[in-house]
């Protein structure tokens, strides 16, 4: 549909149209792990093409096809280009994907009681619940993603423990107050297999519902690394 006396498209398909472009830039599994990383700090784009296996030419142009639908932004440090989501409503954007996901569509509930609930078939615990223990001293709050994610912004309080050093490191964690673990969202499978670990190993463990870039983008205190 066009403007009666123009050619060009009626308001309403025009905005249509951009929502449409958005909508394409989520349609590709590696844009939506991209944006994973991103929920979790600045990154250059050498660093995300490791992260999700893939060339650099080909990240890239994810990347690319993420900045012109307004969900990432980009900017020059030297001879380096470093990427961030374009804002914490890209986050609940994402979030909004997956639940509708879950709510509607079989493979995804399929996939989830698969794998994801064979990990950890308890329910997470909340934000809010999590805020509240915290701060009775009740829970040991554990981020098991890398180091330098938990320098970029972890829950305040947080012990750092990657997943691969957990087994090496079980010493650090009170053994009589339950361990809250998380990562870098809802899929983030490092929280649910620390989760397995920790149990396997007599802990009192649960996950957090959904990760930092989550918890973060609901405007929750977070802490960063000294520089």
């Given at each position: 549909?066009?403007?009666?006396?123009?050619?060009?498209?009626?308001?309403?398909?025009?905005?249509?149209?951009?929502?449409?472009?958005?909508?394409?830039?989520?349609?590709?599994?590696?844009?939506?792990?991209?944006?994973?990383?991103?929920?979790?700090?600045?990154?250059?784009?050498?660093?995300?093409?490791?992260?999700?296996?893939?060339?650099?030419?080909?990240?890239?142009?994810?990347?690319?096809?993420?900045?012109?639908?307004?969900?990432?932004?980009?900017?020059?440090?030297?001879?380096?280009?470093?990427?961030?989501?374009?804002?914490?409503?890209?986050?609940?954007?994402?979030n909004a994907l997956r639940l509708t996901g879950e709510r509607h569509n079989a493979e995804v509930e399929r996939v989830l009681?698969?794998?994801?609930?064979?990990?950890?078939?308890?329910?997470?615990?909340?934000?809010?619940?999590?805020?509240?223990?915290?701060?009775?001293?009740?829970?040991?709050?554990?981020?098991?993603?890398?180091?330098?994610?938990?320098?970029?912004?972890?829950?305040?309080?947080?012990?750092?423990?990657?997943?691969?050093?957990?087994?090496?490191?079980?010493?650090?964690?009170?053994?009589?107050?339950?361990?809250?673990?998380?990562?870098?969202?809802?899929?983030?499978?490092?929280?649910?297999?620390?989760?397995?670990?920790?149990?396997?190993?007599?802990?009192?463990?649960?996950?957090?519902?959904?990760?930092?870039?989550?918890?973060?983008?609901?405007?929750?205190?977070?802490?960063?690394?000294?520089?």
């Open positions: 549909m066009t403007d009666v006396n123009s050619t060009r498209p009626a308001p309403k398909t025009a905005l249509f149209e951009q929502l449409a472009l958005i909508a394409k830039a989520l349609s590709q599994p590696l844009r939506l792990e991209l944006m994973e990383h991103l929920g979790q700090g600045e990154r250059p784009v050498e660093a995300l093409a490791n992260l999700i296996g893939q060339s650099l030419a080909n990240t890239s142009h994810h990347l690319l096809v993420l900045r012109r639908a307004g969900l990432a932004e980009a900017r020059k440090q030297g001879v380096r280009v470093l990427y961030r989501l374009s804002g914490d409503d890209v986050v609940d954007l994402l009681a698969g794998y994801f609930r064979t990990r950890d078939n308890m329910e997470p615990l909340s934000r809010e619940e999590l805020l509240r223990r915290a701060k009775g001293g009740l829970v040991t709050v554990l981020d098991v993603r890398p180091a330098g994610e938990f320098a970029a912004g972890h829950l305040p309080g947080a012990i750092n423990i990657p997943l691969s050093d957990l087994g090496k490191r079980l010493k650090e964690l009170p053994e009589n107050r339950e361990v809250v673990a998380y990562c870098r969202g809802a899929y983030c499978v490092l929280s649910f297999e620390a989760v397995a670990e920790l149990r396997k190993k007599g802990f009192k463990a649960r996950r957090l519902e959904e990760g930092y870039p989550e918890w973060h983008a609901a405007g929750l205190p977070v802490t960063h690394a000294p520089e």
